[in-house]
């Protein structure tokens, strides 16, 4: 079966530069993820999806960014205007349903820089 | 605030020797815990969890954990450890019940070094 799929693997932007990320899960997961991993720091949830519909966004800051999953497949996260402080790796991850029942695949991520 | 705590940044061990990497949680209810690994530039891969039942929980790559309700622990074990299984561990909990979401709440991660 084929994993969690992200790319751009890294991106090195200037700060107020936007960007965006694409996750594709794996085939039949409903359930989709987007975490922010900070140098040093385990990873914390920034936005679930239950298909199309956003189960969690508590930790978005959502003056700067945004999600979607149009169809409930791919997703994309965007980041407008980026900060020094979004530098990170974020990883996307996927589940067959929204609980601990199943385990949550990761994609390798994307590195963002900031400069 | 519900939580899980590594003490150690980094754990050295010997291959062949035993390996422990140590978890404590703080979480109201049954906590619902889990063992994360991650290579370098790759995603989090599974390991193991513990839901409910017995306390030993046996995962991927011949690891387990020891649930310890009385000290609010999931240490995380491996009778002889391997080179190749220096990587960055983590520990997580999520919600039970009816908040039970999926979401993961991890620990700050313990890099566990192997030396042959």
């Known amino acids: 079966e084929a994993g969690v799929a992200q790319s751009p693997r890294y991106k090195i932007i200037e700060k107020r530069q936007s960007v965006a990320f694409w996750c594709n899960p794996i085939?039949?997961?409903?359930?989709l993820y987007w975490y922010q991993q900070i140098l040093g720091q385990g990873p914390k949830l920034l936005i679930q999806f239950q298909n199309n519909g956003v189960v969690d966004d508590s930790q978005l800051p959502k003056d700067r960014f945004s999600a979607e999953r149009l169809k409930g497949v791919d997703s994309t996260l965007k980041i407008q205007p980026a900060k020094l402080e979004d530098s990170a790796v974020y990883l996307c991850?996927?589940?067959?349903?929204?609980?601990?029942?199943?385990?949550?695949?990761f994609g390798d991520g994307t590195r963002l820089s900031i400069l | 605030a519900q939580s899980v705590a590594q003490p150690e940044d980094q754990v050295n061990v010997a291959e062949g020797n035993p390996l422990t990497v140590k978890c404590t949680y703080s979480?109201?209810?049954?906590?619902?815990l889990f063992w994360y690994v991650q290579y370098p530039n790759r995603g989090l891969q599974f390991l193991l969890k513990?839901?409910?039942?017995?306390?030993l929980v046996k995962g991927s790559y011949g690891f387990e954990a020891e649930f310890n309700k009385s000290q609010t622990s999931f240490h995380l074990k491996k009778p002889s450890a391997l080179v190749s299984d220096s990587a960055l561990y983590f520990c997580?909990?999520?919600?039970?019940?009816?908040?039970?979401?999926?979401?993961?709440?991890f620990g700050q991660g313990t890099t566990l070094q192997v030396k042959p």
């Open positions: 991850a996927s589940s067959l349903e929204p609980t601990s029942n199943q385990p949550q695949h």
């Open positions: 997580a909990h999520s919600g039970e019940g009816s908040s039970n979401t999926g979401k993961l709440i």
């Open positions: 979480v109201s209810g049954n906590p619902y």
């Open positions: 513990y839901i409910t039942g017995d306390n």
């Open positions: 085939s039949g997961h409903a359930t």
